[in-house]
T-cell receptor, first 114, second 113 residues
Framework: DAMVIQNPRYQVTQFGKPVTLSCSQT?????MYWYQQKSSQAPKLLFH???????NEADTPDNFQSRRPNTSFCFLDIRSPGLGDAAMYLC?????????????FGPGTRLTVL | AQSVTQLGSHVSVSEGALVLLRCNYS??????LFWYVQYPNQGLQLLLK??????LVKGINGFEAEFKKSETSFHLTKPSAHMSDAAEYFC???????????FGTGTRLKVLA
């Protein structure tokens, strides 16, 4: 009963070669999030959507872009990956609207940059 | 601004011993607090959350946490550690007026046989 699905689970790319990570959800939640998590660190929010309303964090590099074509899907595009972008990328969702909402996380995509 | 602080980036306990993971918060408004667990190469999973309904919150896998306003704390406990509890634990608080959550830096729990 997967609720938040991330593909692929492992992604290897070359320095500077664009890569796209995908996230889909079966929960019909309004809010979708992308986090970057480096080893032994807290997840760092990159951006989030409330429905189609996009919210970028001030310190998210321009190299990172996102698309949400419909409620179920959200994509993370890294235009020119650098070695410092190697990390686990987590997608999460919430229903939206209440501060008590639980975040539902996908299993993550581990990105390796060669 | 909301924030959470997790004291102790690494905690080791013996199997069967009490687990205590600490979280202190800073908030200008009544906070809503969460504990998540992350197993290696997995996403985060909710253990429990404080929504102001009750100060003692019971979660999954035998964990519980007590909200103490006077101490600005929301520590996570489990009476008896199991090997399967070895994981990373994150405390988080929701940020008012946004859909965002502020995470602590995490505590890695090691359970010794």
């Amino acid at each position: 009963d997967a609720m938040v699905i991330q593909n692929p689970r492992y992604q290897v790319t070359q320095f500077g070669k664009p890569v796209t990570l995908s996230c889909s959800q079966t929960l019909n939640h309004n809010v979708m999030y992308w986090y970057q998590q480096k080893s032994s660190q807290a997840p760092k929010l990159l951006f989030h959507y409330y429905d189609k309303d996009f919210n970028n964090e001030a310190d998210t590099p321009d190299n990172f872009q996102s698309r949400r074509p419909n409620t179920s899907f959200c994509f993370l595009d890294i235009r020119s990956p650098g070695l410092g972008d190697a990390a686990m990328y987590l997608c999460a969702t919430t229903p939206g609207g209440r501060m008590t909402d639980t975040q539902y996380f996908g299993p993550g995509t581990r990105l390796t940059v060669l | 601004a909301q924030s959470v602080t997790q004291l102790g980036s690494h905690v080791s306990v013996s199997e069967g011993a009490l687990v205590l993971l600490r979280c202190n918060y800073s908030s200008s408004v009544p906070p809503y607090l969460f504990w998540y667990v992350q197993y290696p190469n997995q996403g985060l999973q909710l253990l429990l959350k404080y929504t102001s309904a009750a100060t003692l919150v019971k979660g999954i896998n035998g964990f519980e946490a007590e909200f103490k306003k006077s101490e600005t704390s929301f520590h996570l406990t489990k009476p008896s550690a199991h090997m399967s509890d070895a994981a990373e634990y994150f405390c988080a608080v929701s940020e008012p007026g946004t859909y965002k959550y502020i995470f602590g830096t995490g505590t890695r729990l090691k359970v010794l046989a």
